[in-house]
């Protein structure tokens, strides 16, 4: 197995001033399982897994979602009761959501359990999860080439211990700007992502900027890319998971310590990805993505960028 994704699969409600729709697949492992299996079939890789779990509620359709993706389910757990569900709108420049409801459900007593011959992924990408979680799986795998991890501002505000903890034993971090300046108490983005990596122990820090792109810092020097710029902005929702799931894939396509230049071409390719996941509603944009039309977009990003 390549990658092991380990994560929320969820039922979003989301509106936005493109319209809105009711139930929809979502979740940062399904967002990033989804990013990851395209780009895995693109190059024919060894696979990708989902760690997760759901209600007893979750469809058949979405089921078939998952496999026909090519994703590995074995690690999705099936519990009693209804699957986590999370509502939010988006309003003015669609940059951050505003959250209505979150109903765990399932997902409040989900204790990861890697199986047995997922253990070895060339990749483990931890979502979005309380960080004892994540310590949890960390200590469940060993990846042959890195441990990625993603978290957000809520972990920061209630468990920051146990996500500095956490974030000192993997060797790719992955947040936006706004929990980049929170962990380090500095407005200064820049001086902020200096801070946090120190913090962490060295090791590769990636710093999502939404709509300004993204900012990382390698061993061997920064690296600085815009997004891609699209008139077509439906749902934000995603986005950031399905850039951690190509960031995911494309690096474990190599091997050995990760080269300043192989992680700026995995950020290239996780920019353009992303940037299909907020053009409709839920998963569909990606799950339904055609080779040829991700070539297209890359391509013009290639031009825009001079690269």
Request: proline residues 4%.
């Amino acid at each position: 197995m390549d990658v092991l994704i380990i994560g929320s699969v969820a039922y979003d409600s989301v509106s936005s001033p493109e319209g809105a729709v009711e139930n929809a697949l979502g979740g940062s492992a399904t967002y990033a399982g989804l990013s990851a299996a395209f780009h895995d079939s693109l190059r024919n890789g060894g696979g990708v897994g989902l760690v997760g779990v759901v209600g007893n509620d979750f469809s058949d359709d979405d089921y078939k979602t998952l496999s026909t993706a090519g994703l590995d389910i074995s690690g999705l757990e099936v519990a009693d009761g209804p699957t986590f569900r999370w509502s939010g709108s988006y309003h003015g420049n669609m940059g951050e959501a505003q959250t209505h409801e979150t109903h765990l459900n399932v997902f409040e007593h989900f204790q990861p359990k890697v199986p047995e011959g997922s253990r070895t992924p060339k990749v483990t990408f931890c979502a979005n999860l309380h960080p004892a979680l994540q310590a949890s799986v960390v200590d469940q795998t060993e990846p042959t080439r890195c441990t990625i991890l993603d978290s957000m501002n809520l972990w920061i505000d209630i468990a920051l211990d146990d996500l500095r903890k956490v974030m000192s034993r993997v060797d790719l971090v992955v947040l936006n700007d706004g929990e980049i300046r929170m962990l380090a108490g500095d407005e200064n983005l820049v001086r902020a992502a200096h801070t946090v990596r120190e913090e962490m122990g060295g090791g590769i820090l990636v710093v999502k900027r939404g709509e300004h792109g993204v900012l990382a810092l390698h061993p061997d020097g920064m690296i600085a890319l815009p997004a891609y710029p699209t008139a077509t902005v439906v749902d934000p929702t995603g986005c950031g998971d399905t850039f951690a799931g190509t960031l995911s894939s494309l690096l474990a396509a190599g091997d050995g310590e990760i080269s300043r230049d192989e992680l700026q071409n995995a950020l290239l390719h996780a920019t353009v990805t992303a940037s299909f996941t907020l053009m409709s509603f839920g998963v569909g944009a990606i799950a339904n993505l055609k080779p040829e039309h991700y070539q297209e977009r890359l391509e013009s990003f290639k031009r825009i960028i001079g690269v």
